[in-house]
């Protein structure tokens, strides 16, 4: 049983592995293909950052493991929650008007605008809920709807509302007693770790503590594998579904909380896009584990900043990265499905053995 249990451990680290070198070859198959040299596309993409590309790092960590929490709620229950991207997007820009109106100053204004954050994700992503519950429409279309149409709204409100200056537009600027800026691990040309880089901490610690420690997080896990099932339990699957959606709605409304306070200061030309997706990628890559999210995160977010040398130091296009990054996420997911049906077979033929063993000795 030890020899089995080692033999687990291995298939377990089989499909992570599988997964970067699947990656790594067609990778290098594409960048050989388009006639570039594979050979300086990793040197570069493995070189040592610079001070300011780790710094980016850090902070692009902190929203893209946001993002990816916010996914995993919805896949814990069964939900393909694809409208993170909408609603990050409504309520990034919900706090950034309630807080660069300045009706209160200082933590106050910081505290009340994440509040508003999460109200306005939790309340867009509620709409798929109550339509996924009350008229049976899937999630899918309804959030990618709901994604364009928070694009045009937005996109409306800013034009019509907010401060022109001369082909850029964007909201009011937060005062500088309310931003929340955070440290200078290296010089201050090279950037800052944003404070509010802790949500993500945060986040991560109580998506654990949810899932493993609440009756909640049980019965999300419930419904999620079976639905009939917590029904005839006495959970109501309904109320977990339009819940699920809005807890990840909520979670999804931080996703850009750091970059608000600790460096843009409004919503306009430097809002980030496209970290919802990368957050449905991470968690999809991490198999909605913390832990797996996290390293997830972290090889996203260092890929995308180092993908900026590879326009000063090769002729590769930085877009090479998004191929890189794509072809990880189908390799882990088939990966993993391949190891599991032969982990099943593995374990089948020791049951087996055993069974057969036992017989022997009675007979």
Not at 24 to 29: Q, S
Not at 141 to 150: D, K, P, Q
Not at 339 to 344: D, E, F, G, K, L
Request: glycine share 12%.
């Amino acid at each position: 049983m030890n020899a089995f249990s080692l033999r687990r451990v291995g298939l377990a680290l089989l499909a992570p592995a599988i997964a970067v070198v699947v990656s790594v070859i067609v990778t290098t198959i594409v960048i050989a293909a388009v006639g570039s040299s594979p050979g300086d596309f990793w040197s570069a993409m493995f070189s040592n950052p610079l001070p300011r590309i780790r710094v980016n790092v850090v902070n692009q960590t902190a929203m893209i493991y946001t993002s990816a929490v916010a996914a995993a709620i919805g896949f814990r229950m069964g939900l393909f929650n694809i409208g993170l991207e909408g609603q990050y997007l409504m309520a990034s820009f919900a706090a950034a008007s309630f807080a660069g109106a300045a009706y209160v100053g200082g933590f106050l204004n910081v505290g009340l605008s994440l509040l508003i954050a999460i109200a306005v994700g939790a309340a867009w992503a509620g709409i798929a809920g109550i339509l996924r519950t009350t008229r049976g429409v899937s999630e899918v279309i309804s959030t990618i709807m709901l994604n364009a149409i928070a694009l045009t709204l937005v996109g409306y409100l800013v034009d019509r509302y907010g401060v022109h200056e001369g082909n850029t537009v964007r909201t009011t600027k937060i005062a500088a007693g309310d931003m929340v800026k955070g440290f200078t691990p290296y010089q201050a040309r090279d950037g800052q770790v944003w404070a509010l880089a802790i949500i993500a901490v945060l986040v991560g610690v109580g998506f654990w503590v949810l899932l493993n420690k609440t009756r909640f997080g049980f019965d999300l896990r419930a419904s999620g594998q079976s639905e009939s099932a917590a029904l005839a339990s006495g959970v109501n699957p309904k109320r977990m579904i339009l819940v699920s959606m809005m807890l990840s709605g909520g979670v999804a409304g931080l996703i850009w909380m750091p970059a608000l306070f600790g460096s843009a200061g409004s919503y306009g030309t430097s809002f980030q896009f496209g970290l919802g997706f990368l957050g449905i990628a991470v968690a999809l890559l991490g198999r909605n584990s913390p832990i797996g999210m996290l390293f997830g995160a972290v090889l996203f977010a260092y890929l995308s900043a180092q993908s900026n040398t590879l326009t000063f130091s090769t002729d590769i296009s930085p877009s090479i990265v998004q191929i890189t990054q794509g072809v990880a996420v189908l390799a882990v997911v088939i990966s993993y499905e391949v190891v599991r049906r032969w982990r099943a077979r593995l374990e089948q033929r020791v049951v087996s053995r055993e069974l057969a063993g036992a017989m022997g000795a009675t007979a």
